[in-house]
């Protein structure tokens, strides 16, 4: 159960967290969050993939683990088989949040709850003996503001790709050696074939909001379901 407080050394002078990646850390989504700024180094290791919210109809992005629930072809017992990790995945169990009063600027809080947070003493610090902040708090310090600033301007992308109609669902067929086939649906991708037809004027104003290294970003990043495809099949071959 979640537990969010705002971090502090009175509280949390003696805070371990549990950095090395595992299953029984949660890391075993399928997918993950992630912010235009990020498509950089995430298109060089997951497929970028966009899903709506059938709630708001707004849309995400998401950095692309596996297949179905659950599965994450990146992790190999405690290792993450990527030099990148997506910023939602690599700041937990911290969290951006407000001040009771939801005023004032964002504080760095923790989820005590998380499986992260260490009980047995070890774990890396987050405060020193002198109750300064560790490099590794000032590390997800930094990512943490990151994460929230790529969240904040997200908006003004996915309304520019709204706008030109750039988004498109998908299903990919995932055939392996074995002979079994999965499917992956409920996703879109950015329609190539539109983005190509855009006028000058168009692909200027993309330009121009900053917009179309993102996007050229996601279509480069297909062509990883053929890396995650392989590492699907090396799994089902090792049982």
Same mark, same amino acid.
């Given at each position: !159960?979640?537990?969010?407080? %705002?971090?502090?050394? /009175?509280?949390? &002078?003696?805070?371990? =967290?549990?950095?090395?990646?595992? *299953?029984?850390?949660?890391?075993?989504?399928?997918?993950?969050?992630? =912010?235009?700024?990020?498509?950089? $180094?995430? $298109?060089?290791?997951?497929? %970028?993939?966009?899903?709506?919210? &059938?709630?708001?109809?707004?849309?995400?992005?998401?950095?692309?683990?596996?297949?179905?629930?659950?599965?994450?072809?990146?992790?190999?017992?405690?290792?993450?088989?990527?030099?990148?990790?997506?910023?939602?995945?690599?700041?937990?169990?911290?969290?951006?949040?407000?001040?009771?009063?939801?005023?004032?600027?964002?504080?760095?809080? %923790?989820? !005590?709850?998380?499986?992260?947070?260490?009980?047995?003493?070890?774990?890396?610090?987050?405060?020193?003996?002198?109750?300064?902040?560790?490099?590794?708090?000032?590390?997800?310090?930094?990512? +943490?503001? @990151?994460?929230?600033?790529?969240? $904040?301007?997200?908006?003004?992308?996915?309304?520019?790709? /709204?706008?030109?109609?750039?988004?498109?669902?998908?299903?990919?067929?995932?055939?392996?050696?074995?002979?079994?086939?999965?499917?992956?649906?409920?996703?879109?991708?950015?329609?190539?074939?539109? +983005?190509?037809?855009?006028?000058?004027? @168009?692909?200027? *104003?993309?330009? /121009?909001?900053?917009?179309? !290294?993102? %996007?050229?970003?996601?279509?480069?990043?297909?062509?990883?379901?053929?890396? +995650?495809?392989?590492?699907?099949? /090396?799994?089902?071959?090792?049982?």
């Amino acid at each position: !159960m979640s537990n969010h407080q %705002i971090l502090n050394t /009175a509280d949390h &002078a003696e805070l371990r =967290v549990h950095t090395h990646a595992s *299953a029984e850390f949660g890391d075993t989504a399928m997918a993950a969050l992630i =912010v235009p700024e990020e498509f950089r $180094q995430v $298109q060089a290791h997951y497929p %970028i993939v966009f899903r709506r919210d &059938a709630a708001s109809g707004k849309f995400v992005a998401l950095a692309l683990f596996g297949f179905e629930n659950g599965e994450n072809l990146f992790l190999d017992g405690d290792v993450w088989d990527a030099r990148y990790r997506p910023l939602s995945i690599a700041i937990q169990p911290f969290l951006v949040g407000r001040a009771p009063d939801g005023e004032g600027e964002g504080q760095v809080h %923790i989820d !005590m709850g998380h499986p992260r947070v260490s009980t047995s003493g070890e774990g890396t610090r987050v405060f020193d003996e002198h109750g300064q902040s560790t490099p590794f708090l000032e590390d997800i310090t930094r990512k +943490l503001g @990151a994460l929230h600033v790529g969240y $904040q301007a997200s908006g003004d992308f996915y309304d520019a790709l /709204a706008r030109y109609e750039l988004l498109e669902p998908f299903t990919f067929e995932v055939p392996l050696s074995n002979g079994s086939t999965h499917s992956l649906v409920g996703f879109h991708m950015i329609n190539e074939d539109k +983005l190509r037809t855009l006028d000058g004027e @168009a692909l200027g *104003a993309l330009h /121009a909001e900053e917009h179309l !290294m993102p %996007i050229f970003m996601a279509l480069a990043s297909v062509s990883n379901l053929t890396d +995650l495809v392989a590492r699907k099949d /090396a799994k089902e071959n090792r049982g």
